[in-house]
């Protein structure tokens, strides 16, 4: 059965950075898109970013563009995020997501567009 597992997250001060990563297993192809969601307390899970395997095509969220950085090893299957000049906003639930049917590049951000979701993993960024 294909899953996905993150790790990664913490708790770090506000100007910190943090790196996470998220390792598809127990599936013999790959997605054709990877990448983050984040879901604060009380709030809608929402695309943050995400790279397409076969091009290396990324998408980012305007409130991470230029912070985030996403990554990827074909080979071990692995997705990573490097979060740099982390802000307390930042400070979520971060669910890595993969879907390899659909993934419009108009609607990356659309959670419903994904079909496999990895537990979450917690970050925190205190002022």
């Known amino acids: 059965q294909a899953q996905l597992v993150e790790s990664g997250g913490g708790s770090v001060q506000a100007g910190g950075s943090l790196r996470l990563s998220c390792t598809l297993s127990g599936y013999p192809y790959s997605y054709r898109c990877m990448g983050w969601f984040r879901q604060a307390p009380g709030q809608e899970r929402e695309g943050s970013v995400v790279?397409?395997?076969?091009?290396?095509?990324?998408y980012y969220a305007d409130l991470v563009k230029d912070r985030f950085t996403i990554t990827q090893d074909n080979a071990k299957k692995t997705v990573y995020l490097q979060m740099n000049s982390l802000k307390p906003e930042d400070t979520a639930m971060y669910y890595c997501?993969?879907?390899?049917?659909?993934?419009?590049?108009?609607?990356?951000?659309?959670?419903?567009?994904?079909?496999?979701w990895g537990q979450g993993t917690q970050v925190t960024v205190s002022s």
């Open positions: 790279i397409y395997t076969g091009t290396s095509h990324t």
């Open positions: 997501a993969a879907t390899g049917t659909g993934c419009l590049q108009s609607r990356w951000k659309e959670k419903s567009q994904y079909t496999l």
